[in-house]
């Protein structure tokens, strides 16, 4: 699986950014998709996934109420909306591709293939 992440940028507390990943390579309705941050010096941590079908989706705490999963399997993308960004929010994206269908595989493990992440920066 090749996947393409973009749509990172620089935006202000409380702004809105919209991340889009590309798959290609295998069949991208028959795996779930998942977005990770990582920041300088610390692991790449969750933020949210999508089962294959869209219908299960599983947030971080941080970011719960506030990131939206959603994925077109027509057009083989899945999104990450972001909304009432914050500071520490600013890290570097990457989105994964899961060895499972299911959305609750949600550990770093549970992906096997990643992108070249997206750099997402809130100033305040």
């Known amino acids: 699986v090749q996947l393409q992440a973009s749509g990172g940028g620089l935006v202000q507390t409380g702004g809105s950014l919209r991340l889009s990943c590309t798959s290609s390579?295998?069949?991208?309705?028959?795996?779930?998709m998942g977005w990770f941050r990582q920041t300088p010096g610390k692991e790449r941590v969750f933020v949210a996934s999508?089962?294959?079908?869209?219908?299960?989706?599983v947030y971080a705490d941080s970011v719960k109420g506030r990131f939206t999963i959603s994925r077109d399997n027509a057009k083989n993308t899945v999104y990450l909306q972001m909304d009432s960004l914050k500071p520490e929010d600013t890290a570097v994206y990457y989105c994964g591709a899961s060895r499972f269908s299911g959305a609750y595989y949600n550990s770093l493990a549970d992906f096997t293939s990643w992108g070249r992440g997206t750099q997402v920066t809130v100033s305040s």
């Open positions: 999508i089962g294959w079908s869209g219908t299960s989706t």
């Open positions: 390579g295998r069949t991208f309705s028959t795996y779930a």
